[in-house]
């Protein structure tokens, strides 16, 4: 059978791009190795037993990847190792550890268990190269993309402070904005005292009912997968549109292992491996790659042949390169007064004072510092125990429930700007149950990225003290491990393709009819943004530049 | 002895950073089970890491033999556990740890907890710590003693913004 589109991923760019088609008359396949999940039946939390689950990864074809050897550690950077005060310190070595990339297989893709923040990118990060000399710029303005945050903001049901001082925009956010959390109101005081500002976080998580699904009941465990549909998840926004136009054609646990070429710099059909183990391949019109910016590359280098011995749209040796990590660093204190902090959303407070790229001194890059309890995983007993609450007996039994609701952390994001020791490319020895080569992960941090870390990390316990949590109990970050949710810049865009593997429009510079939708292409990372929303609105912006079929 | 760093991390991230292997494990024999001693050993440690008070320990949850079972399905786990207890049995004195008296379980769980990073004995001790507790909080019994009304669904936490205990939220 062949379609008008296929789409190889369905997170944030697959699945809006599937809706943004559909909607068009499109005939679209959309394929992902990951399965369809059943929000009632998959996501575990009315079960006693639902803090020992995370989120429920399953499928036929699991992904992996490896590592290369990261750096070692500076002794003099003691400050920025990881710990906890149950353990000591989370590692010993004297090397960065590799803890993992977080990316979910599955229709939805990472959506389905992100905290459901709804970041517009900052206008200031877009000309990195221009105005700070560093990275390269995005190949249009914020304005040009603003009706599209508008449109993505419109379909997951997006709940913001309005006005919003943090971002210029043209319309009313669709929902109103979630009231902080008790807990939250805290960390909110504590910037006050230090001058910060804190505002409700823009998320994709309804404050009110909205598109036939219901408000967030504020259980706070949005990663571990939202059974009621309030967090906007691309399963049940984007990809549950595509649906409804009676257009798009959705297949789980089907992973892509090659795309295939022809001439004309046209692509002829991509090859997958079935439910069942079978090899398939299936053709199309156009195809749009979306497995994310560790993924998409290795798809694009694995399907080298005669047209592109080097992998495909690597003419110029570019895919791979300009890898962009997740910086991140997290403080948690206990708080002398009992919070409740395990309730509210997952992320309900920002402070975005320190989000332009010059906003740190000495530093090139900004971050954002955010209310974390939840992402931290302090919300049920197991979790205090084992890692907050030192010692055993029938006195640790009574500190647990003394310090139970208490936790407060705070969290920061912060740039990851490209530099030629980050980068992917395939293994040269390990492959997946396809027998395709893995993605090869190497991250180096430079010494720019070390010192945003310690602004982040210094911060952060300012933030914790002045709010009352001067108990610091656990902290981690990324100088000491490589932990990624969010990546970016493998297949970079841009005007030339000296420089770029896709143009403006995400479409590549030599195949014809193939793009790129997710945030492999990004230029910049953002001081600390969440990409997703960014992602979706690329995607619709892209689609909108295609003519009807 | 310092435990291989490999085994550390992954005993510790309940994660497999590093599939097993054989290049991993040493070539010794173990028992497919942990002896009949051991268990009981097992038991001893666990009731003095989690005792009864006014709500159910370790032994009245199941816990040892949980852990038990968890071990046959992990070697290294399983090799972490016949360290474990022959520490505890050796260093217990001439009756043994099952014997021993509760002071003296007492004194050798607080020298586990402070014995040198990263011995076997304190990658023991933290391991079987972190899965104790993975357990007893897992157990609704338990849940009730600290007052949470959990699970997190299908009610959530809709008064979240006011203090806790408020409106009977907690």
Same mark, same amino acid.
């Given at each position: 059978?062949s379609y008008?589109?296929l789409?190889?991923?369905a997170g944030?760019?697959g699945?809006s791009?599937?809706?943004?088609?559909s909607?068009l008359?499109? %005939?679209?396949l959309l394929m992902?190795a990951?399965?369809?999940y059943?929000p009632m039946v998959?996501?575990r939390l009315?079960?006693?037993?639902w803090?020992?689950?995370k989120?429920?990864?399953?499928?036929?074809w699991?992904?992996?990847?490896?590592?290369?050897t990261?750096q070692?550690?500076?002794?003099?950077r003691?400050? =920025?190792?990881?710990w906890?005060?149950?353990q000591g310190?989370?590692?010993r070595?004297g090397q960065?550890?590799p803890y993992?990339?977080?990316?979910?297989r599955?229709?939805g893709?990472?959506? +389905?268990?992100?905290?459901g923040?709804?970041h517009?990118?900052n206008?200031?990060?877009?000309?990195?190269?221009s105005?700070?000399g560093?990275g390269a710029d995005?190949?249009?303005?914020y304005q040009?993309?603003?009706?599209?945050?508008?449109?993505a903001?419109?379909?997951?049901?997006?709940?913001g402070?309005n006005?919003?001082?943090s971002?210029?925009?043209? @319309?009313p956010?669709p929902l109103?904005?979630?009231?902080l959390s008790?807990?939250g109101?805290?960390l909110?005081?504590?910037?006050?005292?230090?001058?910060l500002?804190?505002?409700?976080?823009?998320?994709?998580?309804?404050?009110?009912?909205?598109?036939?699904?219901?408000?967030?009941?504020?259980?706070? $465990?949005c990663?571990?997968?939202?059974p009621r !549909?309030d967090?906007?998840?691309?399963d049940?926004?984007?990809?549950r549109r595509a649906?409804?136009t009676?257009?798009c054609?959705?297949?789980?646990e089907?992973?892509?292992?090659?795309?295939? @070429?022809?001439?004309?710099?046209?692509?002829?059909?991509?090859?997958?491996?079935?439910?069942?183990g079978?090899?398939r391949?299936?053709?199309?019109r156009?195809f749009?790659?979306?497995?994310?910016?560790?993924e998409?590359?290795r798809? +694009?280098?694995t399907?080298?042949d005669?047209h592109s011995?080097?992998?495909?749209?690597n003419?110029?040796?570019?895919v791979?390169?300009?890898?962009?990590?997740?910086? *991140?660093w997290?403080s948690v204190g206990l708080?002398?007064d009992?919070?409740?902090?395990?309730?509210?959303v997952?992320?309900?407070?920002i402070?975005?004072?320190?989000?332009d790229?010059?906003a740190?001194?000495?530093v090139?890059?900004?971050?954002?510092? $955010?209310?974390? !309890?939840?992402e931290?995983n302090? =919300?049920?007993p197991? $979790?205090?125990?084992?890692?907050i609450?030192p010692?055993w007996?029938?006195?640790h039994?009574?500190?647990?429930?003394a310090?139970?609701?208490?936790?407060?952390?705070?969290?920061?994001?912060?740039e990851?700007?490209?530099?030629?020791?980050?980068?992917?490319?395939?293994?040269?020895?390990?492959?997946?149950? !396809?027998g395709?080569?893995l993605?090869?992960?190497?991250s180096?941090?430079?010494?720019?990225?070390?010192?945003r870390?310690r602004?982040?990390?210094?911060k952060?316990?300012q933030?914790?003290?002045?709010?009352?949590?001067?108990?610091?109990v656990?902290?981690?970050?990324t100088?000491?491990?490589?932990?990624?949710?969010?990546?970016?810049g493998t297949?970079?865009m841009?005007?030339?393709?000296?420089d770029?593997?896709?143009?403006?429009?995400?479409?590549?510079h030599?195949w014809?009819?193939l793009?790129i939708?997710?945030?492999?292409v990004?230029?910049?990372?953002g001081g600390?943004e969440?990409?997703s929303?960014?992602i979706e609105?690329?995607a619709l912006r892209?689609v909108a530049?295609i003519?009807?079929? | 002895?310092?435990?291989?760093?490999r085994?550390? *991390?992954?005993l510790f991230t309940g994660?497999?950073?590093?599939?097993s292997?054989?290049a991993? =494990? %040493?070539?010794?024999?173990?028992?497919?089970? =942990?002896?009949?001693g051991e268990?009981?050993?097992?038991k001893?440690?666990?009731?003095? +890491?989690?005792?009864d008070d006014d709500?159910?320990?370790?032994?009245?949850?199941?816990?040892?033999?949980?852990m038990?079972?968890?071990?046959?399905?992990?070697r290294d786990?399983l090799?972490l556990?016949?360290?474990?207890?022959?520490w505890?049995?050796?260093?217990s004195?001439s009756?043994g740890?099952?014997s021993?008296?509760?002071?003296?379980?007492?004194?050798l769980?607080?020298?586990l907890?402070?014995?040198?990073?990263p011995?076997?004995?304190?990658v023991?001790?933290?391991?079987?710590?972190?899965?104790?507790?993975?357990h007893?909080?897992?157990d609704?019994?338990t849940?009730a003693?600290?007052d949470?009304p959990g699970?997190?669904?299908?009610?959530?936490?809709p008064d979240?913004?006011?203090?806790p205990?408020?409106d009977?939220n907690?």
């Open positions: 059978m008008d589109v789409i190889v991923g944030a760019g699945g791009s599937a809706y943004a088609f909607r008359g499109f %005939k679209v992902d990951g399965p369809a059943d998959d996501y009315m079960n006693s037993g803090e020992q689950d989120f429920p990864r399953r499928g036929r699991p992904g992996s990847y490896s590592f290369s990261l070692e550690l500076d002794p003099r003691e400050d =920025l190792r990881s906890n005060l149950v310190r989370l590692h070595e960065r550890q993992g990339y977080s990316h979910v599955g229709i893709g990472s959506t +389905l268990h992100f905290s923040e709804a517009r990118l206008p200031q990060s877009m000309r990195m190269q105005r700070f560093v995005w190949p249009f303005s040009e993309l603003e009706p599209f945050y508008l449109e903001e419109r379909i997951l049901g997006v709940a402070p006005p919003d001082p971002r210029p925009r043209s @319309a956010f109103p904005a979630h009231p008790y807990a109101k805290k909110q005081a504590g910037c006050q005292r230090l001058g500002g804190w505002q409700p976080n823009t998320l994709a998580i309804l404050s009110r009912a909205y598109d036939g699904r219901p408000p967030c009941n504020y259980c706070g $465990n990663s571990r997968g939202c !549909t967090k906007g998840s691309v049940v926004t984007f990809v649906l409804a009676g257009h054609t959705v297949l789980h089907c992973q892509a292992t090659r795309i295939e @070429a022809g001439k004309g710099d046209r692509i002829l059909r991509v090859h997958y491996r079935d439910t069942d079978s090899e391949n299936v053709s199309a156009k749009i790659i979306a497995c994310g910016a560790v998409t590359p798809l +694009l280098l399907s080298s005669s011995p080097d992998g495909l749209c003419d110029e040796g570019l791979g390169k300009n890898f962009m990590e997740t910086l *991140l997290t708080h002398p009992p919070l409740g902090s395990h309730r509210g997952a992320t309900d407070g402070c975005w004072d320190f989000n790229p010059d740190i001194s000495g090139i890059g900004g971050c954002r510092f $955010n209310h974390v !309890t939840a931290a302090l =919300l049920g197991i $979790n205090y125990a084992q890692r609450v010692g007996g029938r006195a039994r009574r500190s647990v429930r310090a139970f609701g208490r936790a407060l952390a705070i969290g920061a994001i912060g990851s700007l490209p530099n030629p020791n980050s980068y992917i490319d395939l293994d040269p020895w390990k492959t997946d149950a !396809t395709m080569p993605a090869r992960i190497h180096r941090l430079t010494e720019m990225d070390i010192e870390l602004f982040m990390a210094e952060a316990r933030i914790l003290q002045a709010s009352g949590s001067g108990k610091i656990e902290e981690y970050g100088y000491d491990f490589f932990n990624s949710t969010h990546v970016f297949c970079r841009g005007y030339s393709a000296a770029s593997v896709v143009d403006s429009l995400m479409r590549s030599r014809k009819n793009w939708m997710d945030a492999s990004f230029p910049s990372s600390g969440s990409p929303l960014t609105a690329l892209a530049h003519k009807k079929p | 002895m310092k435990f291989d760093r085994r550390v *991390l992954r994660a497999a950073l590093f599939a292997s054989a991993i =494990l %040493k070539s010794v024999f173990l028992p497919a089970t =942990l002896s009949s268990r009981a050993i097992l001893a440690y666990l009731d003095t +890491l989690i005792p709500s159910p320990g370790a032994i009245a949850l199941g816990i040892p033999e949980k038990a079972a968890a071990a046959e399905k992990d786990y090799r556990l016949h360290i474990g207890c022959s505890l049995d050796a260093t004195g009756n740890f099952v021993s008296v509760e002071a003296v379980r007492e004194e769980l607080d020298q907890e402070h014995s040198e990073i011995s076997e004995e304190w023991f001790y933290q391991r079987t710590r972190r899965d104790a507790f993975q007893y909080y897992a609704p019994r849940i003693a600290l949470y699970p997190p669904q299908p009610v959530g936490f979240y913004g006011a203090p205990g408020e009977g907690t």
